[in-house]
């Protein structure tokens, strides 16, 4: 019988990962089992619905095909991640279990609770497994930044926000009017604020 997966414990593989029961979601990634334990808020989900809406839109009788969380992804053995949303456009890597390989496109809706994972940890990590085109997606102030692959890492190639429309720039024709993802039904999501009481250090 497989143990159960502990949080930051290495060594762990695609065979470890598919014994692992489905009551909690995990990722792999270097080995490393990290606790995906984020309940995300209606907010994330309306920007995942909605984006999802217009892939579904944009990519109609076209061979690249989209998918949300959670699906599973292998880009190795011992990489296993579930993004928030993705694009393939061969369709030789999907399978019945999961996507096999880089996507051509990863969207990331960042949470406070997960936004150094998917902005350094996940960001290297499609990178390096030759994700052509990387978006984070910042709930408020809204914010999407575009990524696209240059060598082994990532640069900068554009960054939008509520009242514009984003261009993708490897997918021809994937063009988003982002006033129609952030249109939510009633009040804005608000900062989230974080108080704290002063440093014990220096002079105020």
């Known amino acids: ?15 470890d990962y598919r014994s692992w029961t ?11 089992a990290y606790a995906m334990t984020y309940a995300p808020t209606t907010w994330h989900q309306w920007i995942q619905h909605r984006l999802s809406h217009h892939f579904t839109e944009r990519l109609e009788g076209r061979e690249c095909v989209h998918y949300t969380a959670t699906t599973d ?30 996507p051509a496109l990863v969207v990331e809706i960042l949470s406070p609770s997960t936004m150094t994972h998917d902005k ?3 960001m ?3 990178a390096k497994a030759g994700v052509r085109e990387y978006w984070t997606v910042q709930v408020y ?13 990532y640069r900068a190639a554009a960054a939008y926000d509520a009242t514009e429309t984003l261009t993708s720039p490897t997918l021809t024709g994937l063009e988003i ?9 009633n009040e804005s999501p608000g900062i989230q604020l974080v108080k704290e009481e002063a440093a014990p250090f220096g002079s105020q």
């Open 1 to 15: 019988m497989e143990r159960a997966p502990i949080q930051g414990e290495d060594g762990y593989t695609w065979d």
């Open 124 to 126: 290297e990590l499609y």
């Open 22 to 32: 489905d009551d909690q979601r995990w990722e792999i990634i270097g080995g490393v």
């Open 120 to 122: 350094s940890r996940k």
């Open 73 to 102: 992804v292998k880009l190795s053995d011992e990489d296993i991640v579930q993004p928030d949303l993705l694009i393939v456009c061969d369709r030789s890597q999907i399978h019945q279990t999961h996507i096999e390989g880089a």
């Open 177 to 185: 009017d982002l006033k129609q993802v952030y249109d939510f039904p």
């Open 141 to 153: 102030p809204a914010l999407v930044e575009v990524y696209v692959l240059d060598g082994e890492s």
